[in-house]
């Protein structure tokens, strides 16, 4: 069964706060995209990473993909209530399936 | 553009009856996607579409069918409906492969009573 699991499942926190969110498998994944979903709609695609030890940067969001292209993080930095939201991972194989984490739910407190 | 839109948003059924939903997108997409959406359970496949006139199993098929006669349409069936079938459904398209940028619509919520 290949699995992601993501953590933590639900984080609550003030405004200002950082947060990291991990997403770990056993698998090996030719690429991992982060997707932001709110209420009512579907997933939008924040980033995709693809070399093993990559590291990228949206505004105040930073992406890591680890060196074994078996996990991968999410850290925000001074977090805003417009960051609240569900936070998935998606896991990238190589015959082209994707594969999604159960999703981290982010509620950011004024 | 739309992107990518779905038909309906909402429905309730009784357990047995059917329903179609309807997936449209106007990106000229190859792939598209049919995806069901619990608590706690993230995104999981259920079908897929490589091309028009093509179809293919995802994780979790069954009580389902799929039909792609026209690139731009993706249409998913549920024959007899179970309560187990009660959830977001989503469908997505991406240009190329699956590790393409998938392009959600805003999702079909369905009750099976």
């Known amino acids: 069964t290949q699995l992601l699991e993501q953590s933590p499942q639900f984080l609550s926190i003030q405004e200002g706060e950082n947060l990291t969110v991990y997403c770990n498998s056993s698998?090996?994944?030719?690429?991992l995209q982060w997707y932001r979903q709110e209420p009512g709609e579907g997933p939008v695609l924040l980033v995709t990473v693809v070399t093993g030890g990559e590291v990228k940067k949206l505004k105040r969001l930073t992406f890591q993909f680890g060196d074994a292209r078996k996990d991968s993080s999410l850290h925000i930095t001074a977090a805003q209530t417009g960051d609240t939201g569900l936070y998935l991972c998606a896991g990238a194989f190589w015959r082209g399936k994707l594969i999604f984490g159960q999703g981290t739910e982010l509620s950011v407190k004024p | 553009n739309a992107g990518v839109t779905q038909t309906p948003k909402f429905r309730v059924l009784k357990t047995g009856q059917s329903m179609t939903l309807l997936c449209a997108q106007d990106m000229n997409h190859e792939y598209m996607y049919w995806y069901r959406q619990d608590p706690g359970m993230g995104l999981r496949l259920i079908h897929y579409s490589v091309g028009e006139g093509t179809t293919a199993k995802g994780e979790v098929p069954d009580g389902y069918n799929v039909s792609r006669l026209k690139k731009q349409n993706f249409l998913l069936g549920l024959e007899s409906a179970a309560p187990s079938q009660t959830s977001v459904y989503f469908c997505a398209s991406s240009k190329g492969l699956a590790t393409d940028t998938q392009y959600f619509g805003p999702g079909t919520r369905l009750t099976v009573l």
């Open positions: 698998s090996v994944f030719s690429s």
